[in-house]
């Protein structure tokens, strides 16, 4: 990864820092608003096979209407001291790439020498710095990835990531999918863990804390169990993302190397043992793929002796998502945050071996969780197919039975069957697809529309009283429960954060190094649950969010100006969709998960 | 043929004769109009084409890629029941329904176990070969996992399809006994002559069968308990007060009880009366014979009998005999819980003598056993109590 792409995820990260904690966006709020990334590559005229780029980051609306810019500038320059920043403020009178017309006044110049590969970004078209189009594509891949695991987290930012070489346009939309009616909840379902204090060695330089880090971890299963409908599938690879405060991601020094010390050892976050599974850490990550890019990954080996372990390949992924967040009992500033940032950046690993015992800990019975639903998942399952196993065999049975040809002839034709064989068979197909299809529906994110339908069946009730024979049928598999989860999730939040208030130190302190044994995690009842845009995590997946890819012929063939280019800022809000209901009910679930993760106000 | 004369002279049962008199008189006042709604004897063919209907409409609704589910009534829910003087408890017409789906998974399950059941009925109708609720849940006990799972659904089924469980081809177990002036011939031939003797017949599995009875009894005595009927027999109490019928359902009474009664009572028009225990389980059990119960109020046509008559053990009769109270037994609160239940009854209403023994009980937290009467003598109830209820008109 080149500076190119450090360069704008500092920059990202600074004004999204910036954007939470100086613009009053109220607690629980959810980020909402679009920044515009371009960068343009043209032939160079210094050096043969390289391309001129100029990279341009904008907003649209007026996110940053009242930033200072010489605050700004300050700040920028002191973050960025590698790239010898030479900051300019171009103003609304200003020029700007014909491209990006219609966007704010905000955008960004800066230059970076002094390296080898020194690269200019700048608003105005103009560099003095070229790049060989192959560190292009890399930086640019890099800078998607990152994008993606910004939007999992912050699902009302959105980014619009245009890259033009040459006179070819590509462009590509990172966030939500408002609009797109999903026939059924395709989502992952995460379970929150409950948070757990880090210990920061003691040898670890940087800045004295005066707070606490607070380690959340979320894990789910991808496709989600509800999704499914192989049930026995085992688990074949697991895929960690690392998150700062503010649920930004972390992108640590050693990125290209993920497997640190304390990555590299499989167990040292879970008992793989314990679901009689052998993880062994996974190199090939490929960058140049339509998926979010984990931190971490480990991939699934037969254990010896174990032959009936399935190594399927199209088995299940396990997401785990581990939220580093900082809490104070201060009000947290925003160099602070930034220099949390710099701490986890350089020093996780320390701080993660330093705090194995309680990380594990949380991290195994979060994943006891997501596993245990899965295990009641595949049950409800099993029994569905058992139940419609004996409806199937009781209709063939009558059907077979009957020495009514009128009565035959008509089954056989309304399922469009030549024989009671091709009966069967399609009889078999239909009472799945039907159910499946139903229990599908049966999810948290569709709890709104099937009570409303149920509400609708007020004269003739479902079975909502179960005899005997069915009460086992009653696991939560469908999480219903999962929004009053959430709420109390967010309680445990308070109460972790008050107790971490009564314990603050004060400011002449600095964060407590090993504090006391009470930091043990809390009592997991109150655990919630969170959900992602989760479609771009598994393998084979559509990226999250990414809505198209056009070039510039396909511009003027389709003459389809909308979603491609600066002009979708202009015109983004006129496209949106209205939201349906399981959009607002996830953008209401996210908005507790943002609650948790933005910076602690402080008594 | 007459019956050995064995019992008591004729004046004996002038007060029984006026009061059946009354009865008829009520009858043909009420028309004797035949029973409307409910479950009715089908014919073998009408049952098998039901069924072929209901999963005619099954793939139906598969084809149009809808989730079948069966629509059921709520058998047991009081807002789907009235009273009727002339029926006692019955199931409204229209009545409230509960839709069993087969995409939903609290339902599936049971989506699943009535067409399995309904396909052991068609396999049962067609082959003419009967079976009782315990066959059907042996056939596969891990699928049904209990009885209870079984004797709803087979109910369900018999309310969806409006026809009898006789019909269906699935029978009841039979724990019944008769003992008596009576005489008819099972379906299948056999010649059954319930004259009292030392043992007591077993209530016929099929009632509907059952042709040719014949009986001069001039009342029809339904006996709680099983300890009190054998009391009774002992006493020779059938010769002693014959010409009558005697019948147990051994608490709870069975279908194939209450059908008996019924037909006993269709046929001959017979005065019918209870001797139950002076406590809240026997007035409920009483009210099952008379009123007919909750859930199998849609039945109700071919199970009640509100000629019936309370003879005894009334809670008045406890302090009238001066029965002493270490042989009463305080109320316990499910008894509490039951007495208050059967009073909210709507028929309890109607019955304002009935009421007021539930209201001495009430008052005086106490109830007793029919056996409380040895206090007097071991013989008291067939040699005294029951002769001079049974002459002097004291039932209520």
């Not at chain 1, 009470?518 to 109150?526: M, N």
Request: net charge neutral; aromatic share 8%.
């Amino acid at each position: 990864m080149e500076g190119t792409a450090v360069a704008v995820f500092e920059i990202l990260r600074f004004l999204i820092i910036h954007w939470k904690c100086d613009i009053d966006v109220s607690k629980g709020a959810l980020l909402e608003g679009q920044l515009e990334i371009s960068i343009e590559g043209l032939h160079s005229k210094h050096q043969a096979n390289a391309l001129h780029c100029v990279t341009t980051i904008a907003s649209a609306g007026s996110l940053f209407g009242g930033m200072v810019l010489k605050k700004f500038l300050k700040e920028i320059q002191s973050i960025l001291p590698g790239i010898s920043a030479k900051l300019t403020w171009t103003s609304e009178e200003g020029s700007y790439p014909q491209d990006m017309t219609g966007v704010t006044p905000f955008q960004m110049t800066f230059e970076r020498c002094g390296l080898a590969m020194s690269h200019r970004l700048e608003c105005s078209g103009y560099s003095q710095v070229d790049e060989k189009p192959r560190t292009l594509m890399t930086n640019c891949l890099v800078i998607k990835h990152f994008l993606r695991k910004i939007i999992m987290v912050h699902p009302k930012v959105r980014f619009n990531f245009s890259i033009k070489v040459n006179g070819i346009l590509s462009t590509e939309i990172f966030g939500p999918n408002f609009g797109t009616i999903e026939s059924h909840c395709s989502r992952i379902h995460p379970v929150l863990g409950h948070p757990v204090m880090l210990f920061i060695p003691e040898d670890v330089a940087g800045m004295d804390l005066l707070g606490e880090l607070i380690l959340t971890p979320a894990a789910a299963l991808c496709p989600s169990p509800k999704v499914s409908s192989n049930q026995l599938n085992r688990i074949y690879s697991v895929s960690i993302f690392l998150y700062g405060p503010l649920g930004l991601p972390l992108i640590l020094s050693t990125w290209e190397q993920p497997m640190t010390t304390f990555f590299k050892d499989t167990s040292s976050l879970i008992d793989w043992k314990k679901y009689h599974l052998c993880m062994v850490p996974n190199l090939d990550l490929n960058l140049d793929r339509d998926l979010v890019l984990p931190d971490v990954s480990y991939r699934a080996e037969s254990s010896e002796g174990d032959q009936s372990h399935n190594m399927d390949p199209q088995g299940q992924t396990l997401l785990l998502f581990l939220f580093v967040d900082f809490h104070s009992a201060f009000p947290v500033q925003q160099m602070e945050i930034w220099g949390v940032y710099t701490l986890l950046t350089a020093h996780l690993n320390a701080i993660l071996v330093e705090s194995h015992s309680v990380v594990q800990g949380c991290i195994q019975f979060t994943v006891d969780q997501v596993l245990e639903q899965h295990h009641q998942a595949a049950k409800a399952q099993q029994k569905l197919q058992a139940s419609l196993s004996v409806a199937m065999n009781s209709i063939m049975s009558i059907l077979t039975g009957s020495t009514r040809s009128s009565f035959r002839k008509m089954c056989l034709q309304t399922l469009q069957a030549a024989d009671t064989q091709e009966f069967g068979t399609k009889l078999h197909k239909v009472f799945r697809e039907i159910t499946q299809h139903q229990f599908l529906h049966h999810c948290s994110c569709e709890v709104k529309q099937q009570l409303t339908l149920e509400k609708k069946d007020s004269a003739q009730g479902t079975e909502d009283v179960p005899d005997n024979s069915s009460r086992e049928l009653l696991a939560d598999t469908n999480g219903q429960a999962e929004n009053k989860r959430l709420k109390r999730g967010s309680l445990r939040m308070e109460e972790m954060r008050a107790l971490h208030s009564a314990r603050a130190p004060s400011p002449s302190e600095a964060a407590p190094r090993r504090p006391e044994a009470t930091a043990a995690p809390l009592t997991p009842s109150g655990r919630a649950a969170f959900k992602a845009h989760g479609r771009a995590l598994a393998p084979g997946r559509v990226s999250p969010g990414s809505r198209l890819k056009v070039t510039e012929r396909a511009l003027r063939r389709e003459g389809c100006g909308r979603r491609c280019g600066p002009q979708a800022a202009a015109e983004g809000s006129s496209l949106r969709a209205p939201l349906f209901p399981q959009d607002v009910l996830w953008l209401q679930e996210v908005s507790n998960l943002s609650e948790w993760l933005s910076p602690s106000p402080g008594p | 043929m007459a019956f050995a004369p064995m019992g008591p002279e004729a004046s004996f049962f002038e007060v029984l004769d006026r009061h059946r008199e009354s009865l008829l008189a009520a009858l043909r006042r009420g028309g004797q109009e035949p029973p409307s709604g409910g479950s009715r004897v089908a014919s073998s063919s009408e049952v098998l084409v039901s069924i072929e209907n209901i999963i005619q409409d099954i793939i139906t609704s598969l084809a149009r890629n809808e989730a079948p589910a069966f629509t059921i009534d709520n058998r047991s829910s009081w807002e789907n029941i009235k009273f009727e003087d002339s029926v006692g408890l019955q199931m409204v017409s229209h009545c409230t329904t509960r839709k069993i789906k087969s995409d939903s998974p609290k339902s599936v399950k049971k989506f699943a176990l009535i067409l399995k059941i309904l396909s052991m009925i068609y396999k049962l109708v067609q082959s003419n070969t009967y079976a009782t609720k315990r066959d059907i849940y042996y056939t596969d006990s891990q699928l049904f996992g209990n009885q209870t799972v079984v004797d709803n659904i087979i109910n369900d089924i018999s309310c969806m399809l409006k026809v009898s469980r006789r019909s269906l081809h699935i029978l009841s177990t039979s724990k019944g006994l008769i003992a008596g002036n009576l005489r008819y011939i099972e379906e299948d031939g056999t010649k059954v002559n319930c004259t009292c003797g030392a043992t007591a017949i077993a209530v016929p599995s099929n009632i509907q069968g059952i042709r040719n009875l014949v009986t001069d009894a001039k009342f029809v005595l339904i006996v709680e308990k099983d300890a009190t009927f054998q009391r009774l027999l002992d006493d020779n109490f059938c010769n002693k007060l014959s010409p009558c019928i005697m019948i147990t359902g051994k608490g709870v009474p069975d279908l194939n009880t209450r059908l008996l009664v019924k037909k006993l009572w269709d046929t001959f028009h017979v005065p019918v009366f209870t001797l139950v225990d002076a406590d809240p389980h026997g007035i409920e059990i009483m009210c099952i014979y008379k009123y007919g119960s909750m859930s199998m109020s849609f039945e109700a046509h071919h199970l009640t009998v509100p000629a019936i008559r309370w003879l005894g053990l009334l809670p008045s009769d406890l302090k009238r005999l001066n029965v002493p109270k270490d042989s009463l037994i305080p109320l316990t609160n499910r008894d509490q819980m039951k007495l208050d239940s059967i009073l909210r009854r709507p028929y309890v209403t109607r019955q304002p003598f009935w009421r007021k023994e539930m209201e001495i009980m009430a008052d005086s937290k106490m109830k007793a056993e029919i056996q409380a009467l040895t206090f007097l003598s071991s013989d008291y109830l067939s040699r005294v109590y029951l002769p001079n209820k049974l002459k002097f008109g004291g039932w209520i």
